[in-house]
């Protein structure tokens, strides 16, 4: 699988700190990688919403995760920026994680992340904390393969028979 990491953060970008989410999540997802993809852009949607389509489209990346940005600060845009760009919502991915999350802290309720599909790509919202990134990619690593085979057009293995 190839990946795409965008850690969103005006400080990070401005150099004022270092990144520690984009590589949590290159450690969580590093045995079903094969290659990954970089960014780090500023909290501006139109930013956020031009590396996702250049990871999507350009890069063909079969997952995207973003870190940051999904609170309620008033530069927390990435949710905005990911429904501008992604053609169909995937809400049970981020019910998952707000699920399992609200069993560890009663502030997950208070995210905005959303998932969704771009093309063949699947575009997950993470939470900015590297604890919480590593929480939340727990919860989805394991559907990921199906998730990509099923968008890559192979629904031979998806199981069950529809027709009448």
Known sequence: MKFGIICISDRCYRGECEDKSGPAIAECVKELCEKSEYRLVPDVQIKIAKALCELADE????????TGGTGFAPRD?????TKAVIEKE??????????????????????????????KSLIINLPGSPK????????????LPHAVETLSGNTQNCGGNYEK
Do not use: Q, Y
């Open 77 to 81: 845009v990435t949710p905005e920026a």
């Open 132 to 143: 919480a990134v590593r929480e939340s990619i727990e919860v989805v690593l394991p559907v």
């Open 90 to 119: 995937v809400p049970g991915i981020s019910e998952a994680i707000r699920a399992k999350s609200l069993e560890i802290t009663d502030r997950a309720m208070l995210s905005r992340a959303v998932s969704g599909i771009r093309g």
């Open 59 to 66: 890069e063909k990346c079969d997952v995207i995760f973003t």
